[in-house]
């Protein structure tokens, strides 16, 4: 009687048990902002200036349906993908202007295959005096084992391209309005 390996049983067992552990990635950078100001005008701005496609990953083309300020609790809104699909987004806290913790949920584009959901964190903090550093964090829900372990490999490289592009942007122009504000 020949008995099935057990090193396979236990991947199979620690793939399961992986399914359920997030895959999280973050990025960070300093804004010449003052942080209220740059808190309330990252909340309330267009994302889809800033969120593009980046390789695979959909930019954002607008927001529909948006129930209420994105810096407040319960508000949500549906993302429109330059892939022709949606998804949903919404605040499960907030604590204006140091942190914003959102949900994607309702993923319609190829990321459904691997993803229950998605899970983002904004954090601000002021370094010094018109400088506002931001840190966001993304963290992935993999349907099963074997969909979170292709996340480990796709989020750092992909997600994290993505979340840094997508940051950048939101320095340069942040930085634009805000002269832009402080001169009128």
Known sequence: MVQAPAPQLETV???E???????STKV?????TPLE????WFTSMDISRVMHRYWLLPGVTGTKDQTGPMHLAGSSRVLLLSDGTTTNEEIISSNP???????????ENSFRYLVS????????????????????RYSYYGLNGVSTFVLKILIPIFWRGFMRSALNRTK?????????????
Do not use: C
Not at 17 to 23: C, I, Y
Not at 37 to 40: I, L
Not at 172 to 184: C, F, G, H, M, T
């Open 117 to 136: 959901k998605a899970r983002g964190e904004l954090r601000f903090r002021e370094v010094k005096a018109g400088i506002t550093n931001v840190e966001l």
């Open 37 to 40: 100001w740059f808190f309330y």
């Open 13 to 15: 067992r620690q793939l």
């Open 28 to 32: 960070s950078i300093d804004i010449k």
């Open 97 to 107: 202007p140091n942190e914003v913790i959102y949900q994607i949920l309702g993923i």
């Open 17 to 23: 048990e992986q399914a359920t552990e997030p895959v």
């Open 172 to 184: 340069r122009i942040a930085e634009e309005e805000a002269l832009v504000k402080s001169q009128s």
